[in-house]
C-alpha cells in the first residue's frame, strides 16, 4: 500500500477514534440528548465535516459510541485481554478491582444502558452486538476453563461452558450490585469461587 495512503487511512481511523471519545466524555457528563454535535467536535477538536466524513448522523454516531461502550465493558468486566493466570487470574484481578473501589466504570455503565434503552425506542437495537461479546466473554472464559482442568488447578467434575456463563452473569451482577450502593464482602465472594471452582491449594 501507498505510504501515503496507509497515513490517510490511520488519521482517519485517528479522527473517528477522538470523535468517539470525545462522545464518550460528553455524554457521560452531560447524558445522551443535551451534547451538541458542535459540542461534541468541538470536544475532540474536529469540525463537523470531519464529523460527516465518520458518521451519516447523530444516530449513526450514538451507534458507534454503544459498540465501543459495549466493547470496553466486556472486556473490562472479564479481562479479555489478560490471560495471565488463567481463570484464577482473571477472576482474582476483577475482584480486587471490585474490593479497591476502583468501579468508576459504573458511570460508563449507566450510559450505556441509557444508549441501548434509547437506540431500542428508536428501533436501533444493538442487542445482536451485544449478545456477540457476551458470547466472546463466555467463549474466553469457558476456554480458560478447559486449560485449568487440563492444568489440574480448575476442578474436573465442572462443565467449562457452566462455569463460563455463571462467571460472567456473576461479574455483571456485581457490578450492579455495588453501583447500588451495596457494600460487598469481595473476600467472602473470593473465598466462595476458590471453594465452588478451584482445586485446593492450586491457584495458577
Known sequence: MNVKLRSRDIAKQ???DALIRAGLSIFSEEGVDIPSLDAICARAGFTRGAFYVHFKDREHFLGAVVDQLLQDFVNWVISTGDTQGGLHGIIDRYLTVAKEGALAFSDRQRLMMQLVSRG??????REHRYKGLIEQAVQRLLDAAEVGQRDGVVKPGL??????????????GLIALLDAGFDADIEAVRALVDTLFFQPGKRA
Open 159 to 172: 462443565s467449562p461452558y457452566g462455569t463460563a456463563v455463571v462467571l460472567v452473569a456473576a461479574a455483571v
Open 120 to 125: 431500542i425506542q428508536r428501533g436501533g437495537v
Open 14 to 16: 485517528e479522527t473517528r
